[in-house]
């Protein structure tokens, strides 16, 4: 079956750095990526979705500068937050789908951001 | 626009009691599809059942049955004999074209605790 990889699965960062997490699809072509974010007993909330070679779309409301997403190829997107604040620490999410995979969404494991 | 609702915030049962989690669901679009996630305290989102909107038969699989009945826009999902185990959190998703491209809007989820 379809398998995403995110990593890491948590990571602790200081003020003002930057975090990289990272989601792949292991035996399939991502053609889209889908981001989440869900604070602490709150729902899924999207942040962008990207297309392989082609820019994010950000929902409203979602700082493009502040959450760089790269999807360069077909099987890893990339999720970067720059400049981190306490408030970014969130658990975050995301999401595959595949060529010819309309409504198939396979989604990663995870990674819970904490900023000190 | 598309919205997903859970009315039941949390709920508790004991220990082989069935459960019946609801979701009602708005959307304009008259092809999409409906899931249900697991989430466990670890985080990672469990795929549980898909459901598209052409298809109203309901199924059982396992301990699991669910209910699609678009006059009344809901998808209600039912554990039959449930167990501890089956404590989460329950997410009802609706994947539908919204601004152009699809997407996946999830509600605020319900939490599940069954008492042993």
């Known amino acids: 079956g379809a398998v995403v990889s995110q990593h890491p699965s948590w990571v602790i960062c200081k003020s003002g750095t930057s975090v990289k997490i990272e989601c792949r699809s292991l035996d399939f072509q991502a053609t889209t990526m889908f981001w989440y974010r869900q604070f602490p007993k709150q729902s899924l909330m999207l942040m962008a979705t990207s297309n392989e070679g082609s820019k994010a779309t950000y929902e409203q409301g979602v700082e493009k500068d502040k959450f760089l997403i790269n999807h360069a190829s077909l099987t890893l997107s990339t999720l970067t937050v720059t400049s981190a604040h306490p408030e970014d620490s969130s658990f975050y999410i995301c999401?595959?789908?595949?060529?010819?995979?309309?409504?198939?969404?396979?989604f990663g494991s995870g990674t819970r951001l904490t900023v000190v | 626009a598309q919205k997903v609702t859970q009315a039941q915030t949390e709920i508790s049962v004991v220990e082989k009691e069935d459960v019946t989690l609801d979701c009602v669901y708005e959307?304009?679009?008259?092809?999409?599809?409906l899931f249900w996630y697991k989430q466990p305290p670890s985080g990672e989102l469990v795929f549980l059942i898909r459901r598209n909107s052409f298809d109203e038969q309901n199924e059982i699989s396992g301990r699991y049955s669910w209910n699609f009945q678009k006059s009344t826009s809901s998808f209600n999902f039912t554990i039959t004999a449930s167990q501890v185990v089956d404590s989460a959190v329950y997410f009802c998703a609706l994947s539908a074209n919204s601004g152009g491209y699809q997407k996946v809007t999830f509600g605020t989820g319900t939490k599940l605790q069954v008492i042993p």
């Open positions: 999401s595959a789908r595949g060529l010819g995979k309309p409504y198939g969404y396979t």
């Open positions: 959307t304009r679009d008259t092809t999409y599809y």
